[in-house]
């Protein structure tokens, strides 16, 4: 005679056997993939950073939001080198035949040299903390669209009654020549309000106060249109790197007074 209840007991006992041991199962998967997830975000935290860095991509987008850039991205490409952040171009310095620029095109299409590009990302991030909106209206210039502006200029004093002598001479306290233009760099932009959240004198006042912090100088201020040879413009601004600008804004130096003191 077979015992129902014996046979029953050991049914119930097998049947928990197999739930421990499908629950330990379960248990030490659930310990896998955790392990798993915790290495995958180990191996992100230190490689991602070098992906960043070597990203053939600009993820400039000067005027909306930006990466955060820290102050020693800008301390790498702070190297003040007089072949570069400090070359003179003037009136009476042209641009050296064989400078060769590369470039970083920003959210707008404007571009910049791309040697500048950390350090103004991080002035425009500084501004936005401060309330103040900035946009690049004027980066990189060929030497055709340099030529191109300065026609129109001509043009428009010839339209107001001046002679040719005249349209050309007072053109060019206004507009470079071409080839003596720092547009032509990539290291000068012309920086304006975005016309919607802050005004043109905010934007003024705040580059001013603080553009020298992060490598840029005003270069044509009103109190040095004779050295200079350029009318004040308060937006045209260029990068010269920290030390230098920082000196020529304690001094209150423009960039010719400066490299003639170095000299």
């Known amino acids: 005679m077979v015992n129902c209840n014996n046979n029953y007991s050991g049914y119930k006992r097998k049947r928990a ?27 992100y935290c230190i490689n991602g950073l070098n992906l960043k860095e070597v990203s053939p991509e600009p993820i400039l987008s000067i005027g909306t939001d930006s990466p955060d850039i820290s102050s ?15 070359i003179l171009v003037n009136r009476w310095n042209v641009i050296p035949e064989d400078y060769h620029v590369d470039l970083t095109k920003l959210s707008n299409g404007q571009t910049v040299d791309t040697r500048i590009y950390p350090a103004l990302q991080n002035m425009f991030d500084a501004a936005r903390a401060d309330g103040v909106n900035l946009v690049v209206v ?45 547009h032509q760099l990539g290291i000068a932009v012309d920086i304006n309000a975005d016309g919607v959240q802050s005004k043109g004198s905010e934007v003024y006042k705040w580059l001013k106060q603080n553009g020298y912090r992060f490598g840029f100088i005003l270069r044509y201020p009103p109190d040095k249109t004779e050295i200079t040879g350029v009318s004040n413009e308060p937006w045209h601004y260029r990068y010269v790197g920290i030390k230098a600008a920082t000196e020529m804004n304690d001094q209150n130096l423009c960039l010719e007074e400066y490299l003639r003191d170095k000299n």
């Open 17 to 43: 056997l197999k739930q421990h041991s499908r629950l330990r199962k379960n248990h030490m998967i659930l310990r896998l993939i955790s392990v798993a997830a915790v290495i995958g975000l180990l191996w």
């Open 72 to 86: 020693a991205d800008i301390k790498k490409d702070d190297t003040d080198d007089p072949l570069w952040s400090l």
């Open 138 to 182: 004027s980066g990189y210039r060929t030497a055709e669209k340099q030529q191109s502006l300065m026609d129109e200029k001509v043009a428009a004093y010839k339209a107001e009654g001046y002679s040719a002598y005249q349209a050309k001479t007072e053109a060019e306290t206004w507009v470079a020549i071409p080839g003596t233009s720092e």
